[in-house]
């Protein structure tokens, strides 16, 4: 049997980051090093870059996320990027979205020992829940699926004038080439290219922004969300 890796100390950057919940930090990322490998959530090898490649590298994606919005992190696997996000940002209300059982079971455990009363776990794949859960001022994802294919699943969970932040590599500019067509009849209309982290992790994480208009989704799901909201309604009315 192999050895398990071993989790490194946190790094200073760490302290600076999370504050406050620095403790907190920790012991997700002993959680990620133990149960997380434990599970199948993330590989062994992960475990000595947890911190860098890991936690620092999407809790500066909070440097781009508006005060107080709502955000769905959608295909949220282990966490990543949500759990971060939510340790340094308990302005914002975070539903962490994740269609594996094994997978929701671990982000409930974590949510509820880390006491973060701002995050939901809600299991379900995003295609499956529009209409079910209320849109979102902004979604993100990492290490889900190539932009065009993401952008499918994600705008359509946006409020108007949202906005999708995607955590990528070095890839980054050519999907968004790829996806320009996908994105334009999604009813993107503004992207770019941002890098976040700058002194905290090296290189800096590439995040992906798309921003929607009127449309999130374009005019086949603005239907769509047309039809769930009625049947909601309709609901609520019998009940």
């Known amino acids: 049997?192999?050895?398990?890796?071993?989790?490194?100390?946190?790094?200073?950057?760490?302290?600076e980051v999370f504050g406050d919940r620095f403790?907190?930090?920790v012991r997700y990322a002993e959680l990620l090093a133990e149960a997380g490998v434990q599970r199948g959530l993330i590989g062994p090898r992960e475990v000595p870059r947890l911190w860098e490649r890991h936690l620092l590298n999407c809790a500066v994606l909070s440097e781009v996320v508006p005060a107080g919005v709502t955000?769905?992190?959608?295909?949220?696997?282990?966490?990543?990027?949500?759990?971060?996000?939510?340790?340094?940002?308990d302005d914002l209300k975070i539903t962490l979205l994740e269609p594996l059982l094994r997978r929701t079971t671990f982000l409930t455990e974590v949510v509820e020992l880390l006491g973060l009363d701002h995050v939901?776990?809600?299991?379900g794949r995003a295609e499956e829940v529009m209409g079910k859960l209320p849109p979102v001022h902004v979604v993100t994802a990492r290490a889900v699926a190539p932009l065009d294919r993401l952008a499918t699943w994600g705008?359509?969970?946006?409020r108007p004038y949202g906005e999708m932040l995607a955590l990528k590599g070095d890839t980054a500019e050519e999907e968004l080439k790829s996806a320009a067509t996908a994105l334009s009849k999604l009813g993107a209309v503004e992207t770019s290219i941002l890098h976040v982290g700058e002194?905290?992790?090296?290189?800096?994480?590439?995040?992906?922004?798309?921003?929607?208009?009127?449309?999130?989704g374009g005019v086949r799901f603005a239907a769509k969300r047309a039809k769930a909201a009625r049947t909601g309604r309709a609901r609520r009315r019998r009940s």
């Open 71 to 89: 955000v769905c992190d959608v295909g949220s696997g282990a966490g990543l990027p949500g759990i971060p996000l939510a340790l340094v940002r």
């Open 1 to 15: 049997m192999t050895e398990a890796a071993e989790l490194p100390p946190a790094p200073e950057q760490a302290r």
């Open 120 to 123: 939901t776990v809600a299991r």
């Open 155 to 158: 705008i359509p969970l946006l």
């Open 23 to 25: 403790a907190d930090a």
């Open 199 to 216: 002194g905290v992790v090296d290189p800096m994480s590439t995040v992906v922004r798309v921003e929607v208009g009127e449309s999130p």
